[in-house]
Structures are given as structure tokens and as C-alpha cells.
């Protein structure tokens, strides 16, 4: 299946700060999405993201499809943000691969 | 509009066991995933419905099994339960039929003693 690997694995963070997450992939994807774990375990949505740029608040993504990466960029990072970043791509049109995510602490 | 809800969220079995999960999706959406995550293992795809039809399947043994109804609701079946199967259990649903974007439910966590 189609590898997917994602740096740095942990990142520790003044409050502030920004930060980058990197996602590479092996093959081309139809689909790639950004998330974010909460401590719970819930999943949360942050970017439907397989080309192109996008930004949500103080989170933004882009994604160059022909050369295989997607980065999440998060700028003036908050405690909040603190969790596990997955990406996840789609190559069949109904199966996602994840990423072994990037663990984000964030410190006041 | 609600978002995915799964039951039971926690769950205690033993080893031998047999366990059903249950997803319902956002409405509208007709395609639910399944999805198991350890720390060993990280986040990986168990099956994929869409009308009621499995379309897609991971690797994973005979002992995990699903079906969808009608409704679109989901469930999934976990038979002689082993310690392994420990997990969290995430459903996701999406809408068919343009952007295939993914929403997760709040899972369940299965503790297998």
C-alpha cells in the first residue's frame, strides 16, 4: 500500500511560536486530509486539502500533489492546539491510509 | 446537522468474547468507514460500506466483520476476542458522490482482558 510518513513525530512548542508539520506520500493520492486528535481520541476535521492552498485562522495547509507532500503550517501556536496531527491520503476513492501523526505539545 | 455517533463509547470484554459496535453516520452520508487504532499499529483502515455493500477491506482477519443497513447505519463485529484487539474503534461517514472527505465519530474504546 501506498506509505505515508509524517515529521517531525513530536514537537514541543513555546506559546507563540509557529510551527510546520511535513506529510510525504509514496504514490499519487485522490484525497488527502489534515487532523487533529484531541486528547479524547476524537478526530477533528481540520483541512480537505489533495492540491492547492487553503487557510483557517491561525492554520494553513498546502499540499503539492506532483511532488508528493502536504504541509500544515500553525502559527501562534495555543495550549489548545496541543494533540496528535494525522494526515491521511486516499488513492481508491474509499480507503485512507494515516500517517503516523506528528505529537504537538504546546507550553505556557 | 449531528455529527457521527458511535456506541457503546467504552467497552470491557474478555478474551473469547464476540463484540458489536455501532456507527451511525452524518445524515445524507451514505459511506461508512471503520477504522482501528493502537499504539503499536497507529491508525489502520479495517472496511469500507456504501449501500449496504462492502466495497473496500484491510488486512485484517475474518474475525473482524461489518455490515450497513439501510439507513446507513453501520456496525461492526469483532468474534473470540484476543488481547490484541484492544483499540480504539473510529467510524467515519462521508457523502458519496463528489468530495470524499472523511468525518470521524468519537469511537469506541474496547479494553479486551
Known amino acids: 500500500g501506498i506509505q505515508v510518513e509524517q515529521s517531525p513525530p513530536d514537537l514541543i512548542l513555546q506559546e507563540g511560536a509557529n510551527s510546520t508539520l511535513r506529510c510525504n506520500f509514496s504514490?499519487?493520492?485522490?484525497?488527502l486530509q489534515w487532523f487533529h486528535q484531541n486528547p479524547w481520541g476524537q478526530l477533528i476535521n481540520l483541512f480537505y486539502?489533495?492540491?492547492g492552498t487553503k487557510q483557517n485562522g491561525r492554520l494553513s495547509a498546502t499540499t503539492v500533489a506532483t511532488e508528493r507532500y502536504s504541509l500544515l503550517y500553525i502559527s501562534s501556536s495555543q495550549t489548545t492546539d496541543s494533540g496528535v496531527y494525522f494526515c491521511?491520503?486516499?488513492?481508491?476513492?474509499?480507503?485512507?491510509?494515516f500517517g503516523t501523526g506528528t505529537s504537538l505539545t504546546v507550553i505556557p | 446537522k449531528a455529527g457521527v455517533t458511535q456506541t457503546p463509547r467504552y467497552l470491557i470484554k474478555t478474551r473469547g468474547q464476540q463484540v458489536t459496535l455501532s456507527c451511525s453516520p452524518i445524515?445524507?452520508?451514505?459511506?461508512v468507514s471503520w477504522y482501528q487504532q493502537t499504539p503499536g499499529q497507529g491508525l489502520q483502515f479495517l472496511f469500507e460500506?456504501?449501500?449496504?455493500?462492502?466495497?473496500n477491506k484491510g488486512n485484517f482477519p475474518g474475525r473482524f466483520s461489518g455490515r450497513q443497513f439501510s439507513n446507513s447505519r453501520s456496525e461492526m463485529n469483532v468474534s473470540t476476542l484476543e488481547l490484541g484487539d484492544s483499540a480504539l474503534y473510529l467510524c467515519?461517514?462521508?457523502?458519496?458522490?463528489?468530495?470524499?472527505?472523511?468525518?470521524f465519530g468519537p469511537g469506541t474504546r474496547l479494553t479486551v482482558t
Open positions: 467515519a461517514s462521508s457523502f458519496v458522490g463528489g468530495i470524499y472527505e472523511q468525518y
Open positions: 504514490d499519487s493520492v485522490n484525497n
Open positions: 486539502i489533495p492540491s
Open positions: 491521511a491520503v486516499d488513492i481508491t476513492g474509499n480507503q485512507f491510509y
Open positions: 445524515s445524507g452520508h451514505r459511506s
Open positions: 460500506y456504501f449501500s449496504e455493500t462492502q466495497r
